[in-house]
């Protein structure tokens, strides 16, 4: 069964770590594409509506549902800038994409960032912060209540 798997939300919402423990979960035919790694690594690109990284995005995903049973693609996929591009990849692949959105608390994504090697400033999460940036059209919401463990389970449910 074919699937692309969008998880958004703020940074240090859990989404990277969850994107993760999906691909371990699905390997060995599983793709995992960080916004992150496409925009800012790769590209070194600017967060705007015509960023180069939202074209190769498209092509990654559309090469991704042609040859591998699970897309996983993850980033805060600020809904500003990703809102069109995103539901239009809705729109063309119907049922097989899921939207998952991790609404934590900015207290939450603030200790979470803490216990990163190299953590953002209070300053900085502040500034990229997107309270409530729903598409509206979410297969689920995550919140601060889940463990990692319980936000695998509900994913792989929905991939059942």
């Known amino acids: 069964m074919q699937k692309i798997i969008l998880l958004r939300g703020n940074s240090g919402s859990g989404k990277t770590t969850t994107a993760r423990a ?4 699905l390997s060995p035919n599983a793709l995992l594409l960080s916004q992150d790694v496409l925009r800012r690594e790769m590209l070194a690109e600017p967060d705007h509506a015509k960023n180069k990284s939202i ?17 996983i693609v993850e980033g805060i996929f600020k809904k500003s800038v990703y809102k069109n591009i995103l539901l239009a ?34 300053d900085l999460l502040m500034r990229w912060w997107q309270g409530k940036d729903l598409f509206e059209n979410e297969d689920y919401v995550f919140t601060d209540q889940e463990t990692p463990k319980q936000r695998l389970a509900i994913i792989k449910g929905f991939l059942d």
């Open 22 to 25: 999906v691909k371990e979960m």
């Open 89 to 122: 990849f809705k729109k063309k692949y119907g049922a097989k994409m899921l939207f998952f959105y991790f609404d934590t608390s900015f207290e939450e994504t603030l200790a979470r960032n803490s216990l990163k090697s190299a953590p953002f400033s209070r």
């Open 55 to 71: 074209s190769l995005l498209e092509n990654i995903i559309d090469w991704g549902a042609n040859n591998i049973d699970y897309v």
